[in-house]
C-alpha cells in the first residue's frame, strides 16, 4: 500500500496487488537517500509513482513514475534545485 519513506531506509515494493505511491520526506538534506526495489516484479503492469512531496526529482518539478520490472534505484538529496537525483543510472 502507498506509504511515505524516510531518509536512510531501503524499501521493498510490492506492486501485485496494485499500484504504490512512494511519498518522499517533506524535508530533506544534503546526502539524505532512500532505496526502493520492485520486489514483486510487477512495476511495469502495476507502477511504483514516486511522489516528489513539493521536492523536484533529477530538477524537475514532477512525479516519478517507475514502470520497469524489478526495478531498483537509489535517490539522493542534492539541493532545492535538483532535489533528489538517481544515485545509479
Given at each position: 500500500?502507498?506509504f511515505?519513506?524516510?531518509?536512510?531506509?531501503?524499501?521493498?515494493?510490492?506492486?501485485?496487488?496494485?499500484?504504490?505511491?512512494?511519498t518522499?520526506?517533506?524535508?530533506?538534506?544534503?546526502?539524505?537517500?532512500?532505496?526502493?526495489?520492485?520486489?514483486?516484479?510487477?512495476?511495469?503492469?502495476?507502477?511504483i509513482?514516486?511522489?516528489?512531496?513539493?521536492?523536484?526529482?533529477q530538477?524537475?518539478?514532477?512525479?516519478?513514475?517507475?514502470?520497469?520490472?524489478?526495478?531498483?534505484?537509489t535517490?539522493?538529496?542534492?539541493?532545492?534545485?535538483?532535489?533528489?537525483?538517481?544515485?545509479?543510472?
Amino acid at each position: 500500500s502507498d506509504f511515505t519513506a524516510v531518509a536512510g531506509e531501503g524499501y521493498f515494493v510490492n506492486t501485485t496487488s496494485g499500484a504504490v505511491t512512494v511519498t518522499l520526506p517533506g524535508s530533506a538534506t544534503i546526502g539524505n537517500e532512500i532505496s526502493i526495489i520492485d520486489a514483486s516484479g510487477t512495476a511495469d503492469s502495476n507502477n511504483i509513482t514516486i511522489n516528489r512531496n513539493s521536492h523536484n526529482i533529477q530538477g524537475a518539478g514532477s512525479n516519478l513514475t517507475i514502470a520497469t520490472e524489478r526495478a531498483a534505484f537509489t535517490l539522493v538529496y542534492f539541493n532545492a534545485t535538483q532535489g533528489w537525483l538517481l544515485k545509479d543510472k
